[in-house]
C-alpha cells in the first residue's frame, strides 16, 4: 500500500503545531495522536503503531501538542504535560481541522491516546461527541480525564500492561465511568511501555482491529 507522508502546521486554538501526517492510498478514516508525558509526535512507540494502521487503510496525525516555547517550560517544570484541559482543548481544535479541511473532511475520525495523552483524548471525545468516532488508550491515565468519562459517547479500548498493576486498577475505574461499550484489554507479560518482546505489536493490532470495527464507513480518498 502506498502511503504518503508529509509535515504540516496545524491550528489549534491560539497556536499552531507542527504534524506529520500519513496517509495510505485508499483511506479509510483518520486516527489522531496524542502522546504520553514528555512525549512528542516522534514517539517510537506511536509511529511504530501508526505504521500498523497505516496498513489497514487509516490515515495517522502524529502532533506535537507544546509549542517550542512550551515544551522548554514542560521539560523544566512537568506541569504542561500534566495540563489535562490544555491538551484537551487542543485537540479538539485538531479534529475542528480535520473535519474542515480537504481531503481529511471525508474520513470518520478515532484518537489513540498514551499515558496522560489518553485522558486529554477522552476529554476532546466528550467535547467533540459528533465528530469522535472511536478511541484507543495506551497504558493510559483515563482517570485524569475526570467527570469528562461521563459524556464520552465513542466506543472506547484501553490496553493495559498485565504487570502494570496500579494502572490496571485506574483503568478499570475509568471503564465503569465510561458507556457500556468500553472494553479493558490487558496484554500479558507488558509493563507500562510495552517494551517486551510483541507485546507493542500487539497493542498496534488490538488498535487497528477497534479502529476498522468502530469507524464507521465514509467516503474514502486517495
Known amino acids: 500500500m502506498d502511503v504518503r507522508s508529509r509535515t504540516v ?13 500519513l496517509v495510505p492510498e485508499p483511506a479509510t478514516g483518520v486516527v489522531l495522536f496524542a502522546h504520553g508525558s514528555g512525549s512528542s509526535r516522534h514517539s517510537p512507540r ?18 506535537d ?12 517544570t512537568a506541569e504542561l504535560r500534566f495540563d489535562i484541559d490544555l491538551l484537551a482543548g487542543r485537540l479538539a481544535g485538531i479534529v475542528d481541522w480535520l473535519a474542515a479541511e480537504e481531503p481529511y473532511r471525508a474520513l470518520p475520525v478515532g484518537l489513540f491516546g498514551a499515558s496522560t495523552g489518553a485522558a486529554a483524548a477522552l476529554v476532546a471525545a466528550a467535547e467533540r461527541p459528533g465528530l469522535v468516532r472511536a478511541v484507543v488508550s495506551r497504558g493510559g491515565r483515563p482517570d485524569l480525564a475526570g467527570p469528562a468519562l461521563g459524556r464520552v459517547r465513542a466506543p472506547t479500548l484501553l490496553l493495559v500492561g498485565g ?17 457500556d461499550d468500553a472494553e479493558l484489554t490487558v496484554i500479558p507479560g ?9 507485546t507493542l505489536e500487539q497493542v498496534a493490532h488490538e488498535a487497528a482491529t477497534w479502529f476498522t470495527t468502530h469507524l464507521p464507513e465514509r467516503t474514502h480518498f486517495g
Open 9 to 21: 502546521t496545524i491550528p489549534a486554538g491560539a497556536v499552531e503545531l507542527p504534524a506529520d501526517l
Open 46 to 63: 506511536n509511529v511504530a503503531v501508526a505504521h500498523v494502521l497505516n496498513r489497514s487503510a487509516l490515515a495517522t496525525v502524529l502532533v
Open 65 to 76: 501538542l507544546l509549542t517550542p516555547a512550551e515544551d522548554q517550560v514542560d521539560e523544566r
Open 163 to 179: 504487570r502494570d498493576e496500579e494502572v490496571i486498577a485506574l483503568n478499570e475505574q475509568a471503564q465503569d465511568a465510561l458507556p
Open 190 to 198: 507488558a509493563t507500562h511501555l510495552f517494551e517486551e518482546p510483541g
